[in-house]
T-cell receptor
Framework: DQQVKQNSPSLSVQEGRISILNCDYTNSMFDYFLWYKKYPAEGPTFLISISSIKDKNEDGRFTVFLNKSAKHLSLHIVPSQPGDSAVYFCAASAGLTYKYIFGTGTRLKVLA | NAGVMQNPRHLVRRRGQEARLRCSPMKGHSHVYWYRQLPEEGLKFMVYLQKENIIDESGMPKERFSAEFPKEGPSILRIQQVVRGDSAAYFC???????????FGDGTRLSIL
């Protein structure tokens, strides 16, 4: 039972354009969400997080949007750069606990 | 490098042998987590430890797997009598506190022959 779903396994975007990565979840107890970026042969790197009391959080080129009623969150990267090419994982937890539930990832390719 | 350090990066074992994976958390972090990633899947939580204590091992198989985080030294994930299905990437993460974002090491890729 996949509680966190990233339905797009891959995405290609032109450099300078917006990248939108999507994530859906099924567990209504989730109240803390994170995005991680992962390069090949490296560990995931924390990018940005959002708690359920907010619907938007922004950090530089990265913005995460949370739609609780739809149980959906998205990561926007503007403008996209070739160095953003990586696999992006969405993760969720309930009650700010340590047990992160990860999605299967979306591979982003930013074309120069 | 003050990040989470895992070693070895690659480990090859034959079926029936033991595998020991080590993790040194970031400086100042006393919370350690282990995750496993199978090919084409997301990371799956295995165990959460603080110094000398296992807080939650609900994601770890009941047999053959054990973890520790001693007072001195790195955290160790130990897999006894390895089988082919144990082949995966094992990631360690650490955080300064329980509700704070976890920072990951580069993983140990375990291959079972």
């Amino acid at each position: 039972d996949q509680q966190v779903k990233q339905n797009s396994p891959s995405l290609s975007v032109q450099e300078g354009r917006i990248s939108i990565l999507n994530c859906d979840y099924t567990n209504s107890m989730f109240d803390y969400f994170l995005w991680y970026k992962k390069y090949p042969a490296e560990g995931p790197t924390f990018l940005i997080s959002i708690s359920s009391i907010k619907d938007k959080n922004e950090d530089g080129r990265f913005t995460v949007f949370l739609n609780k009623s739809a149980k959906h969150l998205s990561l926007h990267i503007v403008p996209s750069q070739p160095g953003d090419s990586a696999v992006y994982f969405c993760a969720a937890s309930a009650g700010l606990t340590y047990k992160y539930i990860f999605g299967t990832g979306t591979r982003l390719k930013v074309l120069a | 490098n003050a990040g989470v350090m895992q070693n070895p990066r690659h480990l090859v074992r034959r079926r029936g042998q033991e595998a020991r994976l080590r993790c040194s958390p970031m400086k100042g972090h006393s919370h350690v987590y282990w995750y496993r990633q199978l090919p084409e899947e997301g990371l799956k939580f295995m165990v959460y430890l603080q110094k000398e204590n296992i807080i939650d091992e609900s994601g770890m198989p009941k047999e053959r797997f054990s973890a520790e985080f001693p007072k001195e030294g790195p955290s160790i994930l130990r897999i006894q009598q390895v089988v082919r299905g144990d082949s995966a990437a094992y990631f360690c993460a650490s955080s300064p506190g329980e509700g704070e974002p976890q920072h990951f090491g580069d993983g140990t890729r375990l291959s079972i022959l």
